[in-house]
């Protein structure tokens, strides 16, 4: 019988890869929880922009125009990942870091345009959806191939008994 030991400690390392996969949503939403403490503060433990730079930078957007691309964005985002879900598409740990960097620019122009403490509260509900709906999806792949490694994994085990 030939040694079977090197495929173990292969499907062993994959499970393990495949379990830091599943978890990789979870760290994007703590991220993004840290974020929206800062935001919450209106990232007053920062320091401000000079009024020269203030200046040469110019006026921030107009406050309805950042919600109306927040309504934009926050309907497009949620049916990309409920399509991405009732698909069965592989989830991408780069989407979530994505989904990130957009909120993330959402907060700085609220706070740039003087109107973060007013819609600080629209942006948070949805980053919280798209990237709770983006966790979850990551996690349930990840973990069901987590499983399907394991029984992999078990037969190979059944064959080290006999």
């Given at each position: 019988m030939p040694d079977i030991e090197p495929l173990r400690r292969q499907v062993q390392a994959k499970i393990r890869k495949l379990e830091l996969r599943a978890n990789s949503g979870l760290w994007i939403l703590a991220l993004f929880t840290a974020l929206s403490l800062c935001a919450f503060r209106d990232f007053d433990f920062l320091p401000s922009f000079s009024e020269s730079l203030r200046?040469?930078?110019?006026?921030?957007?107009?406050?309805?125009?950042?919600?109306?691309?927040?309504?934009?964005?926050?309907?497009?985002?949620?049916?990309?990942v409920l399509?991405?879900?009732?698909?069965?598409?592989e989830p991408s740990c780069r989407s979530a870091l994505g989904h990130f960097g957009y909120?993330?620019?959402?907060?700085?122009?609220?706070?740039?345009?003087?109107?973060?403490?007013?819609?600080?509260?629209?942006?948070?509900?949805?980053?919280?959806?798209?990237?709770?709906?983006?966790s979850?999806?990551?996690?349930?792949?990840?973990?069901?191939?987590?499983r399907e490694e394991q029984e992999i994994l078990a037969e190979l085990d059944k064959l080290l008994e006999e």
């Open positions: 200046a040469s930078l110019g006026a921030g957007p107009p406050v309805d125009y950042i919600n109306w691309a927040l309504v934009l964005y926050g309907f497009s985002a949620i049916i990309l399509s991405q879900m009732t698909g069965n598409k909120l993330s620019a959402f907060y700085a122009f609220y706070h740039f345009s003087a109107g973060l403490p007013e819609n600080f509260w629209a942006v948070f509900t949805i980053g919280m959806t798209i990237l709770s709906l983006l979850y999806h990551i996690w349930n792949h990840y973990r069901e191939r987590v």
